[in-house]
């Protein structure tokens, strides 16, 4: 691009697209990931999580991976934020 070109690009009145809607958890993960993600989001433990679901903390900590890359996340913190 030349500078001509990015300064006309730059001076247009164009509104850039508007950012995607971040994804929600019903759309994109199982129905055992949603149940992990709802007593995540109401602050259980992995531990807690385990107890409750009857499964091993192992495989909460995967469920939670798995969540976090489906719904571009971070932490669980923001977990509640997508539910």
Not at 13 to 24: A, D, H, M, T
Not at 29 to 49: D, K
Not at 53 to 78: F, M, P, W
Request: charged share 30%.
């Amino acid at each position: 691009m030349s500078t001509e070109q990015a300064l006309e690009y730059a001076l247009s009145e164009e509104e850039p697209p508007p950012p995607p809607e971040p994804r929600r958890a019903p759309d994109y993960l199982t129905r055992r990931e949603r149940e992990v993600a709802t007593l995540a989001a109401q602050g259980f433990t992995n531990h807690r999580i385990a107890a409750e679901l009857s499964i091993s903390e192992y495989t909460v900590a995967n469920h939670l991976r798995s969540i976090l890359k489906k719904l571009g996340l971070r932490s669980r913190a923001q977990i509640p934020s997508r539910l």
